[in-house]
């Protein structure tokens, strides 16, 4: 049977992940998490919600070409182990971080590991066009499905760094994430309201970057913005706060990939 063009399955992808807000809102009336979506206007919405308006569809578009290029000195591409459609990793991206192998690894680590030891090519650079192409094209795949990601024995630690993270206070301004994202979500900040900060979109298209980007890169900004030192892309203090933020929105569908302001 000839596989459904990616458009077509997006959209069936979205229509499922609409079925699943409405009933998530219905079942749970007690859970009171709101992915940041709910507060962009019907406009950014339906640029989101339309594979035909959505920008990403290209980094899509470009990630299924690289998943079936065969590279490095192994001549492999992803397909050659994970099928041409990508329809493998449906469910993947709803579990990472995950410790694999006795390191917490985030979606984009993971496909840098494949890259260096099953195809024997360079690592692909963070926030690189054809790393984030990667990683659109892998998400895409579980859009709609519940974000799975659970305390462990193998990852309770970093998770409860992460957590500290998290609730820590940082930089010039002194603020940490959960001042905003916790206490202060709904408020609002410039004129804008405060979102509670679920990780559910990423990768998304930022309308203010005119580009996709990785859930690391607005965590880097938010530091930013508060005067602090920025965690390093890829470092382990990076993945642990990303494992607990995953944590925190576990149950919630993805939406990626997303589109904000």
């Not at 206007?41 to 594979?51: F, V, Y």
């Amino acid at each position: 049977m000839k596989a459904l063009p990616i458009w077509s399955r997006w959209l069936t992808a979205s229509m499922a992940l609409m079925m699943v807000q409405l009933a998530f809102a219905r079942e749970t009336p007690k859970d009171s998490r709101q992915s940041s979506y709910q507060l962009m206007t019907a406009e950014n919405q339906a640029m989101q919600d339309d594979p035909n308006l959505n920008p990403a569809l290209f980094w899509v578009m470009d990630g299924h070409s690289l998943w079936k290029e065969k590279m490095g000195n192994k001549n492999v591409s992803c397909a050659s182990c994970h099928g041409d459609s990508g329809k493998k990793m449906t469910g993947v991206a709803t579990q990472f971080p995950k410790v694999i192998r006795g390191k917490l690894q985030t979606l984009e680590g993971q496909i840098n590991q494949c890259r260096t030891s099953q195809q024997d090519a360079p690592a692909l650079a963070y926030e690189s066009k054809d790393l984030l192409a990667l990683s659109t094209f892998v998400a895409i795949q579980s859009k709609g499905m519940p974000i799975a990601v659970q305390e462990t024995p193998l990852n309770k630690q970093d998770l409860q760094q992460g957590k500290r993270f998290f609730n820590e206070r940082m930089g010039q301004l002194n603020l940490s994430c959960a001042q905003c994202h916790q206490d202060r979500a709904g408020l609002k900040l410039g004129g804008s309201l405060i979102p509670q900060g679920h990780p559910t979109a990423y990768p998304i298209y930022r309308i203010e970057w005119q580009t996709m980007g990785s859930l690391q890169r607005r965590l880097r900004n938010c530091m930013s913005g508060v005067r602090a030192k920025q965690f390093e892309y890829g470092s382990t203090e990076m993945a642990q706060l990303e494992l607990f933020l995953m944590w925190r929105a576990r149950g919630m569908p993805l939406e990626t990939p997303g589109v904000r302001p």
